[in-house]
């Protein structure tokens, strides 16, 4: 990303100085930049400022660097606010202190700001093994290509040769799509501006420009530039060892096929038709795990909405959403988590509650592992934790509690019941307060049954995805940390068997267990070509009724990490 000195404007009144940092603060979408040469901007949280005195920041994300910055190493700050690109002077660091788990620091405050109108001259190019899938959408036409620059007015597409047609035949802007590695997904339309043809390689590059961009797509794209940047810096030969990957290109889609990851937000992959209404809410989780990182709250507003958008699914057809819930691999592991707690935690115990308990419950379940987007995530990747590590891990819950402040409407008893208890067991070795049974209310007590269940579903970096018996009985193996009285309620209520289940007949056919009878048998079953999440690649006929005269009995179930 570059730009000529003389395209800064230096601002030198405190006032402006003050209201332009304030708009950084409150929006996110700050980088620190080493003084040294070669340095790369970092992420950062811009916490506060005290005019005229110091800025304080929240460093956690670039905790490496503390040794240098402490050292006496020069930084500046950079970031995005009122449509202009702000950058510091050099900067240095005046206090480190730790809290809550976090790195917080302060500054200096700057005597002058410089600011850049011409926030296109910014331009983050995507190095060779960073992958964005991205989709040219024109009516039910659309042409798969690749990213390979961004900046705040448009990006540079590599697409095939076949782009050409579409592109002139375009009376009006395109619907533009990016799809991350981690599954992030962005949406823009776009006016083409330029292309250029590469007749070897049988691709077009063209440049286009963004076109009515909102101000949550403009700091979306800046934070995605940002990000982009950022691990291309880990790319250079003298770039440091220890650096963090940006989290955009973490998690690889572990789609098949060696399809893009385009493909990963493909809404007709999706399994079923409750499936593809479910991906909203997914689409909306993802954009909170980007607005966290960024230092925002939660959208509260938001969050209403798409907790009334699952009680609806749930009141329409409660089974066809449970089995929703295990067709959704192709999000991040939280998003996924968050969506199958929240909906299996509100058909255990919300029958008989009124719809804004009910509400609530679902918001609590759907947001309430979000806050590990806010810790190291190479922490969950490690087989063992260290007891260090594990209360590092435990931080979450109160960093995602802090950025409620606008979900107001939100009861705040349920919201600690699932968000801030969900993880304490009954004899005390839970966090983050070590809370007894006798501290836990029934809300709590049952969310932890439902948490662990949904996540013993799924592989981690220490065991392979479990089948329900294996769960169940690991359960009822632990009754001094789970109230016994709701493990059998969850088996009486969802079977042996439940939805989402992929079982194996006597036939030797397996499939997915759609719907169930009073007694737990399959009364509706999804064929599977292959044991694998579901997906519309991989799923075969439904068989309604007469399922043991079809496929025979079942014998097991197959455990799939969904």
Known sequence: MVAEQGEYKTVVNTAVIESLLSTLIETGG?????????????????????VGQVLVMDLSSVDYLLHLLQAGTAFYLRGQAQGKVLRTPLLYLTETRHAGGRFLCCSDYPSALDVLQRRESFRAELRMGMTVAAGLHRGDVVVEGELRDLSQEGCLLELPMAASGLLAEADGPLKLTFSFPDGTYFEALVNPRHQKANAEHHLLRVGFNFVGCDAEQERQIWYFVCEIEREAARYQK?????????????????SSGGEGALGSRDLKRYATPAARRLVKVAAYLNTQ???????????????????????????????????????????????????AVAIHLLDLVGTSMPRDLRKAIVASGLIHDLGKALVPQVLFKAPHLEARHREAVGEHVSLLLDRLNNCRWLSVGIAQAVIGKINER???????????????????????????????????????????????????????????????????????????????????????????????????????????????????AIVRDSITERLGRPVGEIAVST
Not at 249 to 254: E, G, Q
Not at 462 to 476: F, S
Not at 480 to 502: C, N
């Open 289 to 339: 795990l980007l607005h966290l990182q960024q230092g925002s709250d939660l959208d509260g507003r938001e969050l209403s909405r798409y907790a009334d958008r699952v009680l609806d699914l749930h009141e329409e057809d409660r089974e066809a959403l449970l089995f929703a819930t295990r067709c959704m691999s192709p999000e991040p592991l939280v998003v996924r988590h968050g969506i």
């Open 426 to 540: 009954m004899d005390g070795s839970g966090y983050p307060e070590g809370l007894s049974g006798a501290d836990l209310s029934e809300l709590a007590k049952a969310s932890a049954v439902v948490d662990v269940v949904e996540a013993m579903r799924r592989d981690r970096a220490d065991r392979p995805a479990k089948t329900m018996q294996q769960i169940y009985r690991h359960l009822l193996q632990q009754p001094h940390q789970f109230d016994m009285r709701w493990i059998r309620r969850y088996i009486e209520h969802f079977k042996g068997l439940p939805i989402g289940s992929l079982a194996r007949f006597s036939s030797q056919q397996q499939g997915w267990v759609l719907r169930l009878d009073a007694r737990g048998n399959p009364t509706e079953v999804l064929l599977a070509s292959r044991v694998e999440p579901p997906m519309s690649d991989n799923v075969g």
């Open 238 to 254: 003298e770039a440091q060892s220890d650096r963090q990957p940006s989290p955009l290109f973490t998690f690889p889609s572990k």
């Open 30 to 50: 700050v980088s620190l930049c080493l003084s040294k040469e070669g340095a790369r901007p970092e992420p950062i949280v811009l916490m506060e400022q005290h």
